[in-house]
């Protein structure tokens, strides 16, 4: 059973649809973050979220943490062929200093 | 370019072969990690380093042997390896390791043992 559980593992969608992806977890984490890897590369930071409820945007994507700590959703608004990645999540929980991930959800956005 | 580089990018071995994996950071960072990502599963973190000394090892096969010769290069010494050892490593750093400390990943080594 996987701390971190990511939904869905595979998303195929067109250029210009709206969608969302999500990380939960039976735990609270002190932190979560998001990442995105695109083929042949490491992951890349998109985002940290520590406080409950928080909400970030970064142009067309939108993170939220939610009020418990213990899941988070990151929403896309007009995908583009170059959102296309593993889109990961990671999570940090008290007392213990180490990144824990999810198995990552799998976006292919088509022209 | 995140400043952290690794070499070789691929790598194809043998059961009964010898390698190492190379990684360095340009970041002038403080600690660096070693993780393996295989197909469908999250990343596992398997070493962690910081000042060149070893604060974790997540129950490692021995047949993995990392070294740290200073805070901007670590290695990963492979030998014995198994087919199911195949997987992206992944090296990454970070200023110090710190709770939520930012970790900067570099391209990460494809590994196929046949």
């Known amino acids: 059973t996987q701390l971190l559980e990511q939904s869905p593992q595979f998303l195929s969608i067109q250029e210009g649809e709206n969608l969302t992806v999500y990380c939960n977890s039976s735990s609270v984490f002190s932190s979560l973050q998001w990442y995105r890897q695109e083929p042949g590369e490491g992951p890349v930071l998109l985002v940290t979220v520590v406080t409950g409820g928080e909400v970030k945007k970064l142009k067309r994507l939108t993170f939220q943490f939610g009020d418990a700590r213990k899941d988070s959703s990151l929403h896309i608004t007009a995908a583009q062929p170059g959102d296309t990645g593993l889109y990961l999540c990671a999570g940090t929980r008290s007392g213990y200093n180490k990144l824990i991930f999810g198995a990552g959800t799998r976006l292919a956005v088509h022209p | 370019e995140t400043g952290v580089t690794q070499t070789p990018r691929h790598l194809v071995m043998g059961m009964t072969n010898k390698k190492s994996l190379k990684c360095e950071q340009h970041l002038g960072h403080n600690a660096m990690y070693w993780y393996k990502q295989s197909a469908k599963k999250p990343l596992e973190l398997m070493f962690v380093y910081n000042f060149k000394e070893q604060t974790e090892n997540n129950s490692v096969p021995s047949r993995f042997s990392p070294e740290c010769p200073n805070s901007s290069h670590l290695f990963l010494h492979l030998h014995t390896l198994q087919p199911e050892d195949s997987a992206l490593y992944l090296c990454?750093?970070?200023?110090?390791?710190?709770?939520?400390?930012?970790?900067?990943f570099g391209p990460g080594t494809r590994l196929l043992v046949l």
């Open positions: 990454a750093s970070s200023q110090g390791t710190k709770l939520g400390e930012t970790q900067y």
